[in-house]
């Protein structure tokens, strides 16, 4: 059976993601080590349909892997610390949520790419909480791993 993660938002409402690990072994394993996490996701100005927040801890650097910037709905992404993004700071990174037509950027002129290595399992009531960030402003994020 694949490893979840369990999404919980603070104005309600909460979404499962089935971690990629044939696809992104290493990234799975370093978002595992990292939780619990709570933070505020915010909606991303430039790149579309996405909520995010920056500050995810990751133990260690982060190599590329299943590296794209052609995200889909559902699509649940890190940066890797290898893309160079001087706001981030070292060994951090930002914590991606795709629920539509979405470009991750680093500016409103640059894309970067991001390591996907996870999907939503109820894209319809992720676009419900993405579109509710998006008019409402940030809200709290509780992210663990689902037993």
């Known amino acids: 059976m694949s490893k979840r993660l369990l999404l919980e938002f ?3 409402g909460q979404v499962t993601a089935t971690l990629l690990e044939d696809q992104a072994p ?9 939780l619990p996490i709570e933070n505020k996701v915010i909606h991303a100005k430039w790149a579309g349909d996405e909520i995010f927040f920056d500050g995810f801890p990751l133990q260690g650097e982060l190599e590329y892997e299943n590296a794209t910037n052609d995200v889909k709905p559902g699509d649940v992404a890190v940066i890797s610390t290898q ?4 706001t ?8 991606c949520i795709f629920y539509g037509k979405s470009r991750p950027r680093k500016s409103v002129d640059e894309t970067v790419d991001v390591n996907v290595f996870a999907g939503i399992n109820d894209t319809e009531k992720m676009t419900e909480i993405g579109r509710r960030v998006r008019l409402s402003g940030s809200e709290k994020i509780l992210i663990r791993a689902k037993p």
Do not use: D
């Open 83 to 86: 893309a160079y993004i001087p």
């Open 10 to 12: 603070e104005r309600g």
């Open 88 to 95: 981030l700071g070292k060994g951090k990174t930002s914590f």
């Open 26 to 34: 290493r990234t799975c394993k370093a978002v595992l080590a990292s």
